[in-house]
């Protein structure tokens, strides 16, 4: 069975399904049935999110989503305050300030970021930073493993002593410094700096459009990830000149505006849910992914790592925004 | 010091470097400099690079080697027939006889795949393989992983038994059950299927675009990887139907053909050059990847992941094209 989108939004993790024969014809064939599964096999990926409750899913809190707006659409961000709080007020503040309206992302390079800011060359010439925002912040690469939430992978990492969720973010942690900090898997995102561990002030975002560049977990402050849109990043044109950067001003990707949802009005803010992390439900599709078992896969790998965990999106059903009685 | 693609061409695996803040003239400030490295500092990748010998790298073998050319450019696909012999003969014989001049690419998911064939839903449509293609094929999802070249990587890998490099492909090997297989990185080319095991027959190629979908490996049969050009297939539009199936015809990338290098004239072919991965040099650029010794980096991962290895294309220099004597 092919897993189909077809009640969900497209999402920052692509719900990777199997790679079938093209033709539509063939595809129709195998849409989800209806009937119920046979009792011994487990449940795939869909069932799962089709059997979810309610108390499954979250809502995106207004006060820590970024929405970017592109000529092209809406990228929404979830801001992760308990990783990295000084960036995250920072992005706050720029977003409230306006910082980024007109500027434009100014770098694509395959395989691995997309990134957005001030292209200046001239540091005189550089957009001053909004009231609130701050030009000087700590660096904020890892916080102390205590009192996160967090649902363990059972899978090893080479990467890290431990990996996970914590709150819908794919976290590393290490028990022996008390670190936990946010890997960089597609979607993430984080800020980017020059060669001194604290130059970044949040101004400067870039997002993981590749194979995940874990080397950089440790070394960066990250503030969220693509919730949607991602397409949107990691579709774009690579640059042309060194690290992928544009190399003619007109080929930057106009930003219209970077805002907070919270400081829009409810009636023009997504009406999104993210998929809890700390729920048996969750579990059950870490292990349907662990080892497919459809009639696709011939072996399942009985492994999966942590940047290959879906997390699914999805609009806030009409029941749950118009709750009855 | 940050890399710099000056002497390289863009890579399918991308040269994944520091996220650096953008400003252009920060970066021309840390261009690598001339001088010798200190002795007690490993050397970083571009210095490898810049110290490599003519027998570090090998040409491409027109004969296993495949051009994709869209309306864009040219997509270079090294073939594997050591991995996939039925498969890679077959895809051959459709180059040879046309079979996809005039196709399409006809899906695109992010963070996923990348695929292309006919896209007639209808059977009877569908366009009739060349003379000299087998319409059925073995499945070749493993080999025997004797007698292959193969350098292992230090570190372990939750997919495979041992993962390491044979012959420029990414792969994962097990002596208990006597496998190897190429794996599903960035990059990889593989023949789509049906459920069945044997019901591809190299007609329906498809391209890794996003984090490595290694739950795939074992499960398809590999036919090489790209070696050039990989964005021209990673920066596409999403198709947004199911499975990123472009949902209309005038949304399709138009194949201009594909062939193989030994069918055109010698002048008409790439001259291209790849890194290879049995040397001292690709031991030391692993090293040098697993970890960072540069100034932007803080903590050095100590560990790499199979995916996570650049493997460096370059134009053949001028001597090596026109040795002297």
Chains 1, 2 share one sequence.
Not at 224 to 245: H, I, K, N, Y
């Amino acid at each position: 069975m092919r897993f189909r989108p077809a009640t969900l939004l497209p999402a920052a993790f692509a719900f990777a399904c199997t790679v079938c024969a093209t033709a539509p014809a063939a595809l129709a064939q195998t849409a989800p049935a209806q009937s119920a599964p046979a009792a011994s096999k487990p449940r795939t990926m869909q069932e799962i999110l089709d059997a979810s409750k309610p108390s499954d899913w979250r809502a995106l809190d207004p006060a820590r989503t970024l929405y970017l707006d592109l000529d092209a659409g809406r990228v929404v961000i979830e801001l992760a305050p308990a990783f990295a709080p000084a960036h995250v007020a920072n992005v706050r503040a720029l977003a409230r300030g306006g910082y980024w309206n007109g500027l434009s992302i100014n770098r694509v390079q395959d395989n691995f970021v997309t990134q957005w800011g001030d292209p200046s060359e001239d540091e005189k010439a550089r957009r001053p930073l909004p009231k609130g925002a701050k030009a000087k912040l700590p660096a904020e690469f890892t916080r102390s493993e205590r009192n996160i939430p967090f649902t363990p992978l059972p899978d090893a990492d080479g990467w890290a002593r431990q990996v996970g969720f914590s709150d819908g973010f794919p976290v590393g942690v290490d028990t022996r410094d008390d670190t936990a900090w946010i890997a960089h898997c597609y979607g993430a995102v984080g800020a980017g700096r020059g060669n001194d561990a604290d130059s970044s002030d949040g101004s400067e975002l870039y997002v993981v459009i590749g194979q995940s560049p874990r080397q950089l977990d440790r070394n960066m402050s990250m503030v969220g990830r693509v919730v949607q849109g991602m397409e949107l990043l990691s579709a774009l044109p690579r640059g042309t000149g060194p690290l992928g950067f544009y190399e003619r001003p007109e080929q930057r990707v106009a930003i219209r505006s970077a805002r907070m949802a919270s400081d829009l009005k409810p009636a023009e803010r997504l009406n999104l849910q993210v998929l809890r992390t700390d729920t048996p439900l969750f579990t059950e599709l870490v292990e349907a992914r662990r080892n497919r078992r459809d009639d696709f896969y011939k072996r399942p790998a009985g492994h999966i790592d942590l940047c290959n965990v879906p997390l699914p999106v999805r609009e806030a059903p009409a029941a749950a925004a118009k709750p009855k009685r």
